[in-house]
């Protein structure tokens, strides 16, 4: 079984909205062993199932994401599960948009995906299905990026800057999700059910827990990257009452015990963290 993830740069006038776009392709199905775990990092993902579907469960309710479809996953705060469709080559483009930046190319409530995957066909009409045509007719993966970077470049011009959003987004992760809605009250002047409904509106979540979603993800990113790390380190604990809390809060985003957890296999979703 080989799997690759490859990096894209972003275009110039999209990265500040996009955390990240890569290239995964797989020669098929990931191993049986394999957890196949993605756990929440916070972003809203645009995905191109170029070669072969791709497969996921959240919250145990699958969704299917056909060859040559394009699918838009609204923010995840539980994990998922994901896999080929069948046991063939795989190919698939990916777009992470950060959390202040989903609203800026897609008119609708974010919450209303929130936990789903969607086709862009069933959300945007004939402009997404000219778009998979238009990259499904492409040969070259270089192509198809293009392709996918000016239809976002179309979108985004669209859609009118949140500066008040943002700017808490950001206090937010600048924080690494120690900032309390009671702090963005003071620094906005906002109240916190003006806040809660905002962010409800350009992300999915509330505020508090987008901070619980960034706290646990830079400890996951952490041991992703570095297999000396565990997760019962004290260092880990900085952000939690108690390591009572600390585990609470792994479960929830893993779907598993810490004690569980280290006796599985999860090389593929660890993939998606290494830096």
Request: glycine share 6%; hydrophobic share 40%; charged share 20%.
């Amino acid at each position: 079984m080989n799997m690759r993830l490859q990096h894209i740069e972003p275009h110039p006038m999209l990265k500040a909205y996009i955390e990240k776009m890569w290239l995964f392709e797989s020669s098929g199905k990931m191993p049986v062993e394999d957890l196949k775990l993605v756990v929440p990092n916070g972003n809203i993902k645009l995905s191109v199932a170029f070669r072969n579907g791709i497969v996921a469960a959240v919250n145990g309710r699958p969704f299917i994401s056909k060859e040559q479809n394009i699918s838009l996953t609204g923010l995840v705060d539980v994990p998922v599960i994901l896999d080929a469709e069948d046991n063939v080559a795989t190919g698939t483009i990916v777009v992470e948009f950060n959390p202040q930046g989903a609203y800026r190319f897609f008119r609708l409530s974010l919450n209303d995906i929130k936990n789903q995957i969607h086709s862009l066909t069933d959300i945007l009409g004939t402009v997404a299905k000219q778009l998979e045509e238009q990259i499904s007719n492409s040969e070259r993966v270089e192509a198809k990026v293009a392709l996918l970077q000016q239809f976002l470049l179309k979108q985004f011009a669209l859609q009118s800057e949140d500066a008040v959003f943002e700017y808490c987004v950001a206090q937010i992760t600048a924080s690494k999700g120690r900032m309390t809605i009671q702090e963005l009250e003071k620094k906005t002047g906002y109240s916190s059910r003006w806040l809660n409904m905002k962010f409800k509106e350009k992300l999915g979540v509330s505020p508090k827990n987008l901070s619980t979603i960034i706290r646990f993800n830079q400890y996951y990113n952490a041991v992703a990257n570095n297999s000396e790390m565990d997760f019962m380190q004290n260092a880990f604990y900085d952000y939690y009452y108690d390591q009572s809390h600390f585990l609470k809060e792994f479960k929830r985003f893993t779907g598993i015990s810490h004690a569980g957890f280290q006796y599985t296999t999860n090389d593929f979703g660890k993939l998606f963290y290494k830096e």
